[in-house]
């Protein structure tokens, strides 16, 4: 998927059992120029993620069916490229060491300022980017300028 420029755009799939907060999440990522997908259980998230590739998955902790951490970890087990930034209302230590252990790329307290999950989905993405390039991955896309739409001006 491109933008207008023909730049590739950050893929990102947010995962939350809550209508009007992944509502806001995917607007609002839109306008910073992702390319946003919604799901609003596991195992939607689960399906959309059999189906096609995303860099960066947001995903609530607790939702009815497979919650957040058994997600978290089918996440990382068959897509290990893509980064998942967990959130949740519900924040504890013990379920943020969990998430961590899984492989979780950061923790976030829901609310939160959707700049620090921009900030937080550049950083993932970058991530994923020198991972890909490490392994050697040929279908790794041309991505800074993305990265620097998702990340905004900070001028």
Known sequence: MTTI????MIRVLVIDDEPRLCRFLCDSLWLMGCA??????????VELLSKEEF???????LMPG????????????????????????YANT???????????????TKPFEIQDLRDEIGRAFDLRRRKAVALGDDAERTVDTSLQAVQGERR
């Open 94 to 108: 013990e379920s943020a060491e969990v998430c961590r252990s899984l492989g979780a790329f950061s923790y976030m």
């Open 66 to 89: 497979y919650g957040g951490i058994w997600t978290l970890e089918w996440i990382k087990n068959r897509c290990p490229l893509t980064e998942v930034i967990m959130i949740t209302g």
């Open 36 to 45: 946003v997908k919604a799901a609003g259980t596991g195992e939607e998230g």
């Open 5 to 8: 420029s023909g730049q590739s």
């Open 55 to 61: 860099d960066v998955v947001i995903c609530d902790i």
